[in-house]
């Protein structure tokens, strides 16, 4: 019902919660041009009725009656329910559907200067222990992934590139290392602050794979162009350049791409294929 809305501005909607958002948003322009409209009524029938041409002679007692203030109070209250009751629903469907971890595809998100940190669980579902105290830019351990944890073993570690299964439950856990950023996911209608001491879940659902995406975009500005992970704060002098790549998979495609990512992690256990210094 809402698909015209991009042509306009918005972005492509790709997820389930998206169409309430939308919704609330088209509600809320109509409202602002309805009043928009009556107020420069009101303002030009006000000018003519009370212009000098009109009033020859100045009137030092005004208005006697209230009707203007009951009017203004009406319109005052029309718009605080119109806008409480298209923002409610949003909201609570927002902080009381969180779906648990168990239920969903769990990843945590953890944000820095300027980059985003993405930690999916691993085979075994449960996040590995981290630790400040081993967080190393050096070594590419961006968030302290304590390998020596049983839990952490199978943990998969990526920068700035996202992968989600279409039509299924996606749980975020988002934090921040320094300062405030903003996880931003335009066309999946997501924009969360990520807070540093604190742990924010936000949850989605994408109704369409990347590529089912840039097949829309053809012949539109976007052609070519995917999905980005982008921050809608400003968080320091290279805030600009804080983008992450999100990837819509098949779910099928997404169970490759975790074991693919998984292949990885053995690497550093394998015995030195390269032999003894000796044998060189």
């Excluded at 003519?48 to 009406?74: M, W």
């Excluded at 039509?167 to 934090?175: A, F, G, T, Y």
């Excluded at 995917?226 to 169970?255: K, V």
Aim: charged share 25%; aromatic share 12%.
């Amino acid at each position: 019902m809402l698909d015209w809305l991009h042509k306009y501005g918005l972005p492509q909607n790709l997820s389930i919660q998206g169409e309430y958002i939308d919704n609330a948003n088209v509600l809320m322009h109509w409202l602002m041009l309805f009043l928009f409209v009556g107020w420069g009524v009101f303002f030009i029938v006000s000018l003519y009725k009370f212009s000098a041409s009109k009033n020859k002679k100045a009137s030092y007692t005004g208005v006697k009656s209230h009707l203007s203030s009951l009017l203004e109070g009406g319109i005052a209250i029309i718009e605080i329910v119109a806008l409480f009751g298209f923002s409610y629903p949003v909201w609570t469907y927002r902080v009381n559907e969180i779906p648990d971890s168990r239920d969903a595809v769990n990843i945590r998100v953890i944000a820095q200067q300027f980059a985003w940190n993405i930690h999916y669980p691993g085979a075994d579902g449960i996040f590995g222990r981290t630790d400040i105290n081993l967080v190393d830019e050096a070594e590419q351990n961006f968030i302290g992934i304590d390998r020596s944890d049983e839990f952490a073993k199978d943990d998969i570690i990526l920068q700035n590139q996202m992968h989600i299964p279409v039509n299924k439950k996606i749980r975020v856990d988002l934090s921040s290392k320094d300062v405030i950023h903003n996880f931003k996911l335009p066309e999946l209608r997501v924009s969360q602050d990520a807070i540093p001491g604190m742990t924010i879940p936000v949850h989605f659902s994408a109704t369409m794979t990347s590529d089912e995406f840039l097949k829309t975009m053809v012949g539109t500005p976007r052609e070519g162009k995917g999905l980005e992970i982008s921050c809608a704060q400003l968080c320091g002098i290279t805030h600009y350049r804080m983008r992450g790549y999100l990837t819509i998979d098949t779910e099928e495609e997404y169970n490759a791409w975790l074991a693919s990512e998984a292949e990885y992690l053995d690497f550093g256990d394998d015995e030195d294929e390269w032999g003894d210094d000796e044998d060189w």
